[in-house]
């Protein structure tokens, strides 16, 4: 759109702006985001309290700083940790927090994090910068606390997120298994209505996409 008014391209203008009016239209429904992130949802795994787990692993999701320049969680990291904190807590095993300096100035993630849960039995790596290289940093860590990568652990990070982590992680040789989000959403009217908020999974589906194609070709991954 921006280089047909940059351009002024007449010819078949028509064609071009419906086009791109039915691109967006499409993009913005519920329904499409869902059928577009589906794969993605993918490489997570259904575990019984019965099994026998080291640790509960917890991907952080970014962190942000108020006017006050004190630095806090997001709403992904906060998420994910609370759930991995309560799943430790249940089975009485060690909660480790990966997430390193990813702002420039800015603390470690895993730190920020830490201070939102009441956990004393917890594990922080602070090296990491993206997924592949917390699960390069993990093993040391592991070491350091009398644990094993050979060890069955619980990863918990976004579902959006999960065949990226799963794909990572096992191709470290990690035996793991990710949070399965569990979801009751049911076909309604309201995922055939356009969402503005549809327009941010999309991009977040785009970038996740884009990340395992890159973790592939850099040989991050193996499928």
């Not at 940059?6 to 028509?14: G, P, V």
């Not at 006050?68 to 927090?97: E, F, M, Q, T």
């Not at 849960?117 to 993990?138: A, F, G, P, W």
Request: no cysteine.
């Amino acid at each position: 759109m921006f280089f047909i008014i940059l351009f002024k391209i007449k010819k078949n203008i028509y064609f071009y702006f419906k086009t791109i009016f039915i691109v967006f239209f499409i993009i913005s429904l519920p329904i499409f985001i869902e059928i577009f992130s589906f794969p993605l949802n993918k490489g997570s795994s259904k575990f019984s309290s019965s099994e026998n787990f080291s640790a509960i692993i917890v991907l952080s999701g970014g962190i942000y700083k108020d006017i006050n320049d004190k630095w806090y969680p997001s709403s992904n990291s906060i998420k994910r940790a609370i759930l991995g904190n309560n799943l430790a807590k249940k089975l009485k095993i060690p909660l480790i927090i990966l997430g390193g300096q990813t702002i420039s100035g800015g603390p470690a993630e895993s730190f920020v994090v830490s201070n939102f849960i009441d956990n004393n039995n917890i594990i922080l790596e602070h090296r990491s910068k993206n997924t592949y290289q917390s699960v390069v940093n993990l093993e040391k860590i592991l070491l350091e606390n009398a644990l094993n990568k050979k060890d069955n652990f619980i990863v918990v990070t976004s579902k959006i997120h999960n065949l990226r982590t799963a794909l990572t992680f096992r191709s470290q040789n990690y035996k793991i298994k990710v949070y399965n989000y569990s979801s009751s959403n049911r076909l309604n009217f309201k995922k055939f209505i356009p969402n503005s908020k549809s327009f941010i999974l999309f991009n977040n589906s785009l970038y996740e996409y884009y990340g395992i194609i890159k973790y592939f070709l850099l040989g991050y991954i193996k499928i």
